[in-house]
């Protein structure tokens, strides 16, 4: 009932191409889903979040799709870059929960120059 | 830069050992957290404070010992680990725990990378 499935585990693009990972969810009462992006060697660092009443939010090149009845989001990375390759990780809270995050397993990206 | 600070970055340490990951933030935020992160895995939840009280133990192994002096520090002691404890713990914070728009939000440190030999 917590997971948060997340795809592709890894994730190949040259620079300039759109990178998407999606992640699927099953609690209905999860009401907040952030991105999280990992350099090695960093903590997780927010990305960007969406709540359930909206259906996208886009920041600069970074866009969240949700689909409410599907129960999926999605990152899309527009013009990915060199240095946006890193590991990103889904995650999703349930309203009132001091466990906070529930995290999809991560997908490591790749952006080749 | 993170706004939570932790230290060492990186730890080796015997089994037989007693050491201290500590925590730092000064967001004024009143719930920290500890997790513990193995390559190529997402965090995992070990324990949660609230207003400096322990709010959540994820069932983690007595060796781990959480302790919160005061609103702006969180310490992590360890004992007499195993190898499989190797790992890179993070330390989060967020205003308050779940509920409104921004209190959930997680703010991590850069971690520190332990090594048990």
């Known amino acids: 009932q917590q997971q948060v499935k997340q795809s592709p585990q890894s994730l190949i693009v040259q620079k300039g191409g759109i990178s998407i990972i999606n992640c699927a969810y099953e609690?209905?009462?999860?009401?907040?889903f952030p991105w999280y992006q990992q350099f090695p060697g960093k903590g997780p660092a927010l990305l960007i979040a969406?709540?359930?009443?909206?259906s996208e939010k886009k920041e600069g090149r970074f866009t969240i799709s949700f689909n409410k009845s599907a129960k999926q989001f999605s990152l899309h990375i527009m013009d990915s870059q060199p240095g946006d390759s890193a590991t990103y990780f889904c995650?999703?809270?349930?309203?009132?929960?001091?466990?906070?995050?529930?995290f999809g397993s991560g997908t490591q990206l790749t952006v080749l120059p | 830069d993170t706004e939570v600070t932790q230290t060492p970055k990186h730890l080796v340490m015997g089994m037989t050992n007693k050491k201290s990951l500590k925590c730092e933030q000064h967001?004024?935020?009143?719930?920290m957290y500890w997790y513990k992160q193995k390559a190529k895995k997402p965090p995992e939840l070990m324990f949660v404070?609230?207003?400096?009280?322990?709010?959540i133990n994820e069932s983690v192994p007595s060796r781990f010992s959480p302790e919160c002096p005061n609103s702006s520090l969180l310490n992590l002691h360890l004992h007499a680990l195993q190898p499989e404890d190797s790992a890179l713990y993070l330390c989060?914070?967020?205003?308050?725990?779940?509920?409104?728009?921004?209190?959930?939000?997680?703010?991590f440190g850069e971690g520190s990378r332990l090594t048990v030999l």
């Open positions: 989060a914070s967020s205003q308050g725990l779940a509920g409104g728009p921004r209190t959930g939000e997680l703010f």
């Open positions: 609690n209905t009462a999860f009401d907040y």
């Open positions: 969406i709540r359930p009443d909206v």
């Open positions: 995650a999703a809270r349930v309203a009132g929960s001091a466990r906070q995050l529930t």
């Open positions: 967001m004024g935020h009143r719930a």
């Open positions: 404070y609230s207003y400096e009280k322990l709010s």
